[in-house]
């Protein structure tokens, strides 16, 4: 019952996704595929799996225990700190901070998982920012 639940609120996710996607206003400098083309496939993969939970449920799922289901609730403020924070911190920052959490609660000890977090923020930080030259969140300091 659980996974017909979460099936159906993925597909009102999914539906909202959408329509989100379809109020993108499209620049006059925009490529030939247009700006909701990435978002919309996302949006028909999300609905495809969710339709895939409603319709072939698990028949006795295994719900984490307190402490993992608290671990998952920590993450995902994490996800919601970075998105509050990216503006005034920064990408490189609030992306290395994000990463060195995620790498630490994934079995990494804490030096290991700082360094593996800068690697992380700098690695994406070349590729969108120096390579592609998209435009990313600027910090206090600058980049």
Same mark, same amino acid.
């Given at each position: 019952?659980?996974?017909?639940?979460?099936?159906?609120i993925?597909l009102?996710?999914?539906g909202?996704?959408?329509w989100?996607?379809?109020i @993108?206003? !499209?620049?006059?400098?925009m490529?030939?595929i247009?700006?909701?083309?990435?978002p919309?496939? @996302?949006?028909?993969?999300?609905g495809i799996?969710?339709?895939?939970f @409603?319709?072939?449920p698990?028949? !006795?799922?295994r719900?984490?225990a307190?402490?993992r289901?608290?671990?998952?609730?920590?993450?995902?403020?994490?996800?919601?700190?970075?998105a509050i924070? *990216?503006?005034?911190?920064g990408?490189?920052i609030s992306?290395?901070?994000?990463a060195a959490?995620?790498?630490?609660?994934?079995?990494?000890k804490?030096?290991?998982?700082?360094?593996?977090? *800068?690697?992380?923020?700098?690695?994406i930080?070349v590729?969108?920012k120096?390579v592609?030259?998209?435009s990313?969140?600027?910090?206090p300091?600058g980049?």
């Open positions: 019952m659980s996974d017909r639940i979460m099936g159906v993925g009102t996710l999914s909202f996704y959408l989100a996607a379809s @993108i206003p !499209e620049s006059f400098m490529d030939a247009g700006p909701s083309t990435f919309n496939i @996302i949006a028909v993969i999300f799996c969710s339709i895939y @409603i319709a072939r698990d028949p !006795e799922p719900w984490p307190l402490n289901l608290a671990e998952i609730g920590f993450t995902v403020l994490v996800c919601l700190l970075y924070w *990216l503006p005034y911190l990408f490189l992306t290395a901070l994000a959490y995620m790498s630490w609660r994934l079995g990494g804490p030096l290991a998982s700082v360094m593996i977090g *800068l690697g992380i923020s700098i690695g930080y590729c969108f120096l592609l030259g998209l990313l969140a600027t910090g300091l980049f």
